[in-house]
């Protein structure tokens, strides 16, 4: 049967799906997405999940079959891999979907990089360029949770796994050739190994705050107390952050402190409504993080790093690109732009630079990483 014959298969009934997934037991592989939307709420929500097994491709709706105990055992099963493109967002579906995330996983956007042809490629680009198939485009923003889905959002939906399998194979036999499919798999097994729980809140997320490092103790204390604040309701809404409070209102929370509804008014980018709706809570908020002792503030985050440094991260970054061209790999997946900072900020002070574990830990390390090592520590000896 061709790719462009397959079936494609509407799947709503548990019945169904749980014989489905008996079925699939006797695959060493799945090819697996999910259509979501995401416009006006801090969770992704789950529109539609597909499912290919190189015969037809199955659309599961996931508005009547979420926490499927069959289908979750599926997807953790470790003899089956899963295999998706550009994964990171199709994880936090599954978590908040089924409270799973797809294992062993095969993401082909990583893999396509490291069989070079480059970095993030796009999945129409990449059938494109393997299997010279033009894929449609005209369903890309549907509204994935309306009932009933249209006969093209069907259609696109399925090709996004139909052909999925076949560009598992190809860039498995290039990867295998070339020695590269243990560095694919590390990296997705890093992937799933850095997702966390979908309720999980970050206490340090303060630290992300666009100028933190400008605030004093005093300051940040009420940042990390309005972030926290704001990541909570956020979550507890299902609303993005943004639309809660922007983050430049939160800086100037923080900056200025204000203990009175008035003087809350009259703080740069602070909408009315949210005065209205939560400003007795804010104040309150941040009255409590002021009179915190100074031994419960965090201490002042670095500032950005100085000319001279910047000139390090510079030379580094000029180092991958060398390396990632004998390689044939794209420099930014050989050190990610964080990356770079990390090193650098390991030694500025005393000279000891490490590498942070994402190359430490990782493939990246025999490649790269006494290379970059012995260059941060030469040009810190050259100063």
């Known amino acids: 049967m061709s790719i462009e ?14 014989e489905l997934c008996h079925q699939w037991q006797s695959q060493t592989a799945l090819a697996i997405d999910t259509e979501f939307m995401r416009v006006s709420t801090f969770y992704p929500e789950a529109g539609l999940v597909q499912v290919g097994d190189g015969k037809a491709a199955y659309l599961i709706d996931p508005l009547v079959l979420s926490q499927h105990d069959h289908f979750r055992q599926l997807l953790v099963n470790p003899a089956i891999t899963k295999v998706l493109h550009s994964c990171s967002e199709d994880l936090e579906v599954f978590q908040r979907s089924f409270g799973v995330c797809p294992s062993p996983l095969f993401d082909t956007q990583i893999a396509a990089a490291m069989a070079g042809y480059g970095f993030s490629i796009g999945y129409a680009n990449l059938v494109q360029t393997l299997l010279e198939v033009e894929l449609p485009k005209d369903a890309t923003r549907s509204d994935w949770l309306q009932r009933p889905l249209t006969d093209a ?67 940040l204390v009420v940042l990390k107390a309005l972030s926290h604040w704001r990541e909570m309701t956020a979550r507890a809404k299902n609303i993005p952050r943004n639309h809660l409070m922007k983050e430049n209102v939160l800086f100037n929370l923080a900056k200025f402190r ?107 390390n025999d490649l790269i990483g006494s290379v970059l090592l012995t260059y941060a520590r030469a040009y810190s000896h050259s100063d």
């Open 153 to 219: 959002q069907k259609r696109y939906a399925a090709l996004d796994v139909t052909h999925l399998l076949v560009i598992y194979e190809t860039l498995l036999t290039s990867l295998k050739a070339s020695d590269r499919l243990s560095w694919v798999m590390n990296e997705c097994a890093l992937i799933l190994q850095n997702v966390g729980p979908i309720d999980e809140v970050d206490p340090e997320y303060f630290r992300k705050v666009k100028l933190a490092w400008k605030l004093r103790p005093a300051e």
């Open 258 to 364: 204000p203990t009175t509804l008035g003087k809350l008014s009259k703080v740069e980018g602070m909408p009315s409504k949210t005065i209205r709706e939560y400003g007795d809570v804010l104040v309150a908020m941040i009255k409590a993080a002021t009179e915190l002792p100074a031994s419960d503030r965090p201490q002042r985050l670095p500032p950005p790093l100085s000319p001279q440094l910047g000139d390090l991260v510079k030379g580094l970054k000029a180092l991958v690109r060398e390396e990632s061209e004998r390689l044939k790999l794209p420099p930014e997946l050989l050190v990610k732009k964080k990356d770079y900072e990390a090193i650098v900020r390991s030694g500025m002070n005393s000279g000891s630079y490490r590498l942070p574990p994402s190359i430490e830990q990782t493939w990246r």
């Open 5 to 18: 014959t397959q079936p494609i298969v509407w799947v709503d009934d548990a019945a169904q799906l749980t």
